[in-house]
Antibody, heavy 112, light 108 residues
Framework: QVQLQQWGARLLKPSETLSLTCVVSGAPLSGYSWTWIRQPPGKGLEWIGEINHSGSTNYNPSLKSRVTMSVDTSKNQFSLKLNSVTAADTAVYYC??????WGQGTLVTVSS | EIVLTQSPGTLSLSPGERATLSCRASQSVSSSYLAWYQQKPGQAPSLLIYGASSRTTGIPDRFSGSGSGTDFTLTITRLEPEDFAVYYCQQYGSSPITFGQGTRLEIK
């Protein structure tokens, strides 16, 4: 059974860098795309981007200038960095294997 | 970018009734790469349907998906109390991957 467990800083100040990591158990990273999605409180879902096991990335154009994704196959995990955050980046961030399964989500709050 | 529009925004029904949720795309969805998710408060979305009509393992057969091209439907026959939640459609055939705005299914 594939499971995704994510972690990272939950409270940031404006202009800081959001950093989240998702470790995968029950499956290798190879053969799939690994995805980040976010959901502002009370709102809908936004796809941030995806990365494969070799490090090829595909980002949402709306966030592309601020997003960096990376993969560490030795630890079977992948990561998200979003720089220059503002209050508009406050959201629950999810990692996922393409479309399923998803991680448990991490609420990241940006506040001064 | 493919824009997905879900209707209705809110659907009020009683247990035992049939729910029909719509997802319309601004352009054709490649190879029917259309998924449906259920989300309950405080939980991550859970995949119900992929490929427009294939149920994920463990999903009851009262959930069914249909459609192709630009028009897709999620049908829930005989609503159970645990089915009242928010439902999202997602297209994953074209980049960027996009989601509909959601349909809230509430108890009447």
């Amino acid at each position: 059974q594939v499971q995704l467990q994510q972690w990272g800083a939950r409270l940031l100040k404006p202009s800081e860098t959001l950093s989240l990591t998702c470790v995968v158990s029950g499956a290798p990273l190879s053969g799939y795309s690994w995805t980040w999605i976010r959901q502002p409180p009370g709102k809908g879902l936004e796809w941030i981007g995806e990365i494969n096991h070799s490090g090829s990335t595909n980002y949402n154009p709306s966030l592309k200038s601020r997003v960096t994704m990376s993969v560490d196959t030795s630890k079977n995990q992948f990561s998200l960095k979003l720089n220059s955050v503002t209050a508009a980046d406050t959201a629950v961030y999810y990692c996922a294997r393409r479309i399923d399964p998803w991680g448990q989500g991490t609420l990241v709050t940006v506040s001064s | 970018e493919i824009v997905l529009t879900q209707s209705p925004g809110t659907l009020s029904l009683s247990p035992g009734e049939r729910a029909t949720l719509s997802c319309r795309a601004s352009q054709s969805v490649s190879s029917s790469y259309l998924a449906w998710y259920q989300q309950k408060p405080g939980q991550a979305p859970s995949l119900l349907i992929y490929g427009a009509s294939s149920r994920t393992t463990g999903i009851p057969d009262r959930f069914s998906g249909s459609g192709s091209g630009t028009d897709f439907t999620l049908t829930i026959t005989r609503l159970e109390p645990e089915d009242f939640a928010v439902y999202y459609c997602q297209q994953y055939g074209s980049s960027p991957i996009t989601f509909g705005q959601g349909t809230r299914l509430e108890i009447k």
